[in-house]
């Protein structure tokens, strides 16, 4: 077996059955990629627009393509037609272009709106507030191309086990009260995307339902995004 096989098999063991493992493709060739096809693997995950739109026009198109990075309104549309989920969403006006770009291709895209967790001030990411402002606002509901279907979180990069699980718990509390209380068609939370090679094991027992794992698949990135 190839070693991007096997670390997927290994990974796939080691998450239960309930959490969705995105392999985060980002900076690998199309022949990494293939590999974990081969493996059984269909869900993708990149962080630029461009490399994800000349992936997916050379590879099987039963693959799930998962936008993961800071997103510019500008590129939305080179991926309107394919993308599976969005997880990077941290403006209204973003959801506001992708609703647009959507609807072009007759479409709904789901999307998951990232919050801010980590202490560090250079993540991306929306506060509890501005997210509850979002989700309960009446303009959501005129966007009948997108569906928020969840929430993003990364964390601090930190080896404090004890600052990440307060992190990834904090949002998790967030998402449970949100999903009690946030029913429109625009908006049906379901998702939590937490965790990646370093802390997707924390992450999923705080909650995570979806992890985000790159290195521990394909090995370290040569260069970094
Ligand atoms: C690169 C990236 C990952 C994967 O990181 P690894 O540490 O390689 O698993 C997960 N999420 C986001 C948003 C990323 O940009």
């Not at 063991?13 to 392999?23: E, H, K, W, Y």
């Not at 004890?162 to 429109?184: G, H, I, Y």
Request: proline residues 1%; hydrophobic residues 40%.
């Amino acid at each position: 077996m190839s070693t991007i096989a096997n670390n997927l098999v290994k990974i796939q063991q080691s998450i239960p059955d309930n959490v969705t493992l995105v392999a985060v493709s980002k900076t690998k060739p199309v022949e990494d990629l293939q590999e974990a096809y081969n493996a059984g693997q269909r869900i993708f995950g990149e962080n630029k627009i461009q490399e994800m739109v000349e992936k997916y026009d050379v590879l099987p198109k039963d693959i799930k393509w998962h936008m993961i990075g800071h997103l510019q309104s500008n590129k939305v549309k080179y991926m309107a037609h394919f993308v599976d989920l969005i997880h990077g969403v941290d403006k209204f006006s973003t959801l506001k272009e992708i609703n647009k770009q959507a609807k072009k291709h007759n479409r709904v895209i789901n999307c998951l709106l990232q919050a801010k967790i980590a202490k560090e001030d250079t993540k991306f990411g929306l506060s509890f507030n501005d997210i509850e402002g979002i989700l309960s606002s009446e303009e959501i509901k005129e966007l009948e191309n997108i569906k928020v279907v969840g929430f993003m979180g990364m964390a601090t990069f930190t080896e404090n086990q004890q600052q990440l699980q307060e992190e990834f718990l904090s949002l998790k509390n967030f998402f449970d009260a949100q999903k009690l209380d946030t029913n429109t068609t625009s908006c049906n939370l379901d998702i939590l995307s937490m965790g990646m090679s370093g802390d997707y094991l924390l992450a999923i027992e705080n909650g995570s339902t979806m992890v985000r794992v790159g290195s521990s698949i394909f090995g370290h990135r040569n260069y970094n995004y």
